[in-house]
DNA sequence: TTGTATGCGTTATCAT
DNA sequence: ATGATAACGCATACAA
């Protein structure tokens, strides 16, 4: 009656194999070892039914095969797609992912990163809006759509080639005034990417544009009013919008349902994600979609490449045009 | 020069206020200490920036204050809140999260257990539907949604309960003939208590009801030709339909869309979920809500509480109705 | 009350 | 090529 409830450890099997510690270990690392010993190793662990406590391994190696990932919830959509890359992006590379959703909110933040810190994970995967995140020195942190200073990576998808496709498929889908919609804390840049984007690709087009920014807090009802003032004869005088995200692009629909306006017969709408309701099956709107997969595996690719020879600041994956309904074309 | 890129052990901490290891370790786990020691010990704490390792504090205890959840994916809304709350739940108890996404694959799913394993990890939360999986003896284990066996807990919420909440909602609600939608493999016992429910709750307000049942591969058009075959002079012979999920009740109302029935003037829908889009706005339609956040608390509850007197079995959480917009009622 | 020493499971450096 | 042994960072039983 040694150690019946506890697991077996290394030592255990090469008691039970009749061989030293050391051999054992040098089979489980898949190191050279003459083929008897390897077979009867084999064996007892197949029998004890062990497996490498990868605390130890860690312990001794201080690399443990874990890395952390901070986002500010797994819910909405893009976030909840992005956890998905890159949990099988680790998965494919035999790494593991400690999952911390910090709904955004500093402390958390900090003490996921400290949690992170105990735990000594091999890097730190990070979408925050937090810009004086204190980060460890020595741990690699990969950064998410938002710059966290020079010295880390960012990947981010290409907002501003976004925008500018937005503008342009607008254009050809035969828009000739068209409207920019945004809501969000102008703190944060990546929506003003889209935005110069789009008047990028409105200037370059020819294309007569209007904006409506709204800040954080505002309610949606001033959208509503703007639309309205540009009604006459209840004809809109827009016939395509871009909206800054699939999510206000939902909300603008619902509000040109109201206002009587027909998608996309009277008013193409164009948001922008890209990542579909319930699962994979279909795009609220028209838009702009973030390679979200390739997203994740930079990142995963990025943070596990420690002798990289220099770390690249900000990496911009390229965007695509998805039709979803709200523009002219044809149904697939 | 000795570890100036290696992170600050207790035995640095304790040569930097001058006192034992052993000292240091009652400081950090807050066992008595005197005064002038423990002060002197949190200044050198503070100064090197001392965070303890819990690799080495797992390997001493076999304790790790993680535990691993098993998810098909963390992109359903249904799994990406399970995930979030779960979180959350884990996170005001100290506890870390080790994410498996699995997507269904019983392999995925063997390799991750093998994974929590190896992590040593303090419990499992699984929501699979792989019957024969070999979970080691000695891990707690809560299932979610599905039985895993009668020494495993399952947590899951009042799906019987919520049928029958549907028939009755619809009966409050003036409906005289209803049906009842479901796709979804036959193995899975859940959707039919969610059926067993509704028929009950049909047959207790004298309800009359039919039911068209699909399996997993069949194509949705057969919901449509159902459909289509109780409909007499453009009129829908149902004024009322429960769908099995949410995501079907979707689906169904483009059909109905399709097929020229307003919604809920001619027919009223429920669904069954309750995870609304876009993080938190609204529904997609009339739904039966499952407690998300009051399963996770439960789970991680029952998991953490090891000295537990009994495990209970199975553990049915209430659902409640809610509107969203697919039945008779006023709009709040 | 504080300091010292041992062991947790693993890997790596030695002799053999 | 294989076997013994030290070390990783921490907790704890024991000695001071």
Redesign the interface.
């Known amino acids: 009656m040694k150690k019946e409830?506890?697991?077996p450890t290394m030592k255990d099997v090469a008691r039970e194999a009749g061989v030293a510690l050391g051999t054992v270990s040098k089979v489980v690392n898949g190191l050279p070892v003459g083929e008897p010993y390897k077979r009867r190793v084999e064996e007892a662990i197949q029998k004890l039914n062990y497996?490498?406590?990868?605390?130890?391994q860690?312990?001794k190696a201080?690399r443990?095969h874990?890395i952390a990932?901070l986002i500010p919830?797994?819910?909405?959509?893009f976030f909840?797609?992005l956890?998905?890359h890159i949990?099988?992006a680790l998965?494919r590379r035999k790494y593991?992912?400690?999952?911390?959703?910090t709904d955004s909110d500093p402390g958390?933040e900090q003490?996921?990163i400290?949690?992170a810190?105990?735990?000594?994970v091999d890097g730190i995967i990070g979408l925050t809006y937090n810009p004086n995140l204190k980060i460890e020195e020595?741990t690699p942190f990969i950064a998410i759509d938002r710059s966290m200073g020079p010295k880390i990576s960012c990947v981010t998808s290409d907002n501003f080639a976004g925008g500018q496709l937005a503008a342009e498929k607008l254009a050809d889908l035969g828009c000739k005034n068209v409207a920019f919609l945004r809501i969000g804390s102008s703190l944060t840049n990546e929506p003003n990417k889209r935005k110069a984007g789009f008047e990028n690709g409105c200037l370059s087009r020819g294309l007569h544009y209007e904006m409506k920014i709204l800040n954080d807090g505002d309610p949606y009802e001033e959208f509503e009013a703007f639309l309205t003032e540009h009604i006459q004869d209840g004809k809109l005088s827009f016939d395509g919008i871009f909206c800054v995200t699939d999510?206000l692009a939902?909300e603008i629909l619902k509000t040109l349902r109201r206002l009587n306006q027909r998608v996309p017969e009277d008013v193409q709408v164009i948001g922008f994600d890209g990542t579909r309701?319930?699962?994979?099956?279909e795009y609220t709107c028209s838009t702009i979609v973030q390679p979200v997969s390739e997203i994740a595996e930079m990142c995963v690719e990025l943070l596990l490449q420690e002798n990289a020879p220099v770390k690249p600041p900000l990496i911009c994956l390229p965007v695509s045009y998805a039709y979803g309904g709200t523009t002219l074309e044809e149904r697939n």
Chains 1, 2 share one sequence.
């Open positions: 409830l506890s697991a497996q490498v406590n990868s605390y130890a860690g312990l201080s443990t874990t990932l919830n797994t819910v909405e959509p909840a797609s956890v998905y949990n099988l998965l593991r992912m400690l999952l911390c959703s958390m003490e996921y400290d949690m810190r105990q735990n000594k020595g999510h939902y309701h319930f699962g994979s099956l």
